[in-house]
C-alpha cells in the first residue's frame, strides 16, 4: 500500500523559512514525478512545485520562483520542498503528489501558515 506523509509545517513569521518533507513507502520515489500542491482556504489547489523522475529537471509557479526550491533524497525516498522568504499568501495546506503515467498519489496535506 501507497503513503505519502508530509511533514515540516508550521507557523513562521513573514521572511522566515520552513523545510517541507514528503517520505513515501509502498513505491519508490525515484520513479516518479513528483510535485507539491497547495491549497490556500477557500481556493483551489494549484501547482507549486515539480522535479521529474530523473531528477534532472525542475519547474515552478512563478509566485514562488527564487524562494523555494523542490529536491529529493532518492536514497531515503522522500522529497523536499525548501521554502524561504515566505509571506501571508504563502499561507495553505501543501499537498505532496507523486505521479507515474496514469497513476497518481497523494498525501493528506500539512498546514503551513505564515504570519507575524
Known amino acids: 500500500q501507497v503513503h505519502l506523509v508530509e511533514s515540516g509545517g508550521g507557523l513562521v513569521q513573514p521572511g522566515g523559512s520552513l523545510r517541507l518533507s514528503c517520505a513515501a513507502s509502498?513505491?519508490?520515489?525515484?520513479?516518479?514525478?513528483m510535485s507539491w500542491y497547495r491549497q490556500p482556504p477557500g481556493k483551489e489547489r494549484d501547482l507549486v512545485a515539480r522535479?521529474?523522475?530523473?531528477?534532472?529537471?525542475?519547474n515552478y509557479a512563478d509566485s514562488v520562483k527564487g524562494r523555494f526550491t523542490i529536491s529529493r533524497g532518492n536514497a531515503n525516498n522522500t522529497v523536499y520542498l525548501q521554502m524561504n522568504s515566505l509571506k501571508p499568501e504563502d499561507t495553505a495546506v501543501y499537498y505532496c503528489?507523486?505521479?507515474?503515467?496514469?497513476?497518481?498519489?497523494w498525501g493528506q496535506g500539512i498546514q503551513v501558515t505564515v504570519s507575524s
Open positions: 522535479i521529474t523522475s530523473a531528477g534532472g529537471s525542475t
Open positions: 503528489n507523486a505521479r507515474y503515467a496514469n497513476l497518481h498519489y
Open positions: 509502498g513505491l519508490t520515489l525515484s520513479t516518479y514525478a
